[in-house]
């Protein structure tokens, strides 16, 4: 397995394959941004596209890495961005026709250097074409501003046949980063305080007050004899 210096290109054994860079960037979920190896406006190079793209804050995109169509046994990307603006993620190699790494990725996301390095399994068919190397999600940490990506010295495609870097040109990506449009909060309508009926409160009936009858008056007493005449024998009762 051939050895990588930050600083070297990688020169892997015939028996490694092919491919290429890697990306980095931020974009539109739609969109999606490739590191190109191979034959490119006339020349072999590594190269970003698109050139110019824009991401929301918060939001991860996927980067996928080809190799155009030129046969190759390994590749090597050295990246390099502001940290503070995009900021790298993870990676995931699934689906690459490069299993082989020569190198994980590697180097300082706080700093804003990533290292990847990939070859083919020994005896397999060095793969042309679109190629996918790896994927790389990043995330746009500020709102505003642009931040370049850019391939360093050492990056390189190796060529299946003799396994000379094919890279004569290199290109960039630039980065545009933008705040999301703030959802609006939706408004309540107030719910209307229903009107209380007043409860009615009942008269109380009147509690008849007894009349009381007048007492009867007293007729003079009168005091008489019966009868009123009368003759007294003498000695009688």
């Given at each position: 397995m051939p050895k990588v210096v930050h600083s070297t290109p990688l020169r892997p054994k015939n028996r490694f394959s092919s491919s290429v860079a890697s990306?980095?960037?931020?974009v539109l979920a739609a969109i999606g941004i490739y590191v190109v190896a191979g034959?490119?406006?006339?020349t072999d190079g590594l190269y970003l596209t698109p050139a110019n793209a824009s991401v929301e804050v918060g939001q991860t995109v996927t980067v996928y890495a080809d190799s155009g169509s030129v046969p190759v046994n390994a590749a090597q990307a050295n990246l390099s961005y502001d940290p503070a603006l995009p900021q790298y993620v993870s990676f995931d190699n699934t689906g690459t026709q490069l299993p082989l790494d020569a190198q994980p990725i590697v180097?300082?996301?706080?700093?804003?250097?990533l290292q990847i390095v990939h070859a083919t399994q020994g005896g397999a068919t060095p793969p042309s074409g679109t190629i996918l190397l790896t994927t790389l999600t990043f995330k746009a940490l500020a709102g505003s501003g642009s931040a370049a990506i850019t391939f360093g010295s050492g990056s390189a495609v190796y060529a299946a046949s003799g396994s000379s870097n094919i890279v004569t040109s290199t290109g960039s990506s630039t980065i545009a980063l933008t705040s999301p449009?703030?959802?609006p909060t939706p408004t309540v309508d107030p719910t209307?305080?229903?009107t209380s009926t007043p409860t009615k409160t009942p008269t109380p009936t009147p509690t008849p007050t007894p009349t009381l009858a007048a007492a009867p008056t007293t007729a003079p007493a009168t005091?008489?004899?019966?009868?009123?005449?009368g003759a007294v024998v003498s000695g009688a009762a």
């Open positions: 990306l980095c960037a931020a034959s490119h406006a006339a180097g300082t996301p706080t700093t804003g250097s449009a703030a959802t209307a305080t229903p005091l008489y004899l019966s009868p009123g005449t």
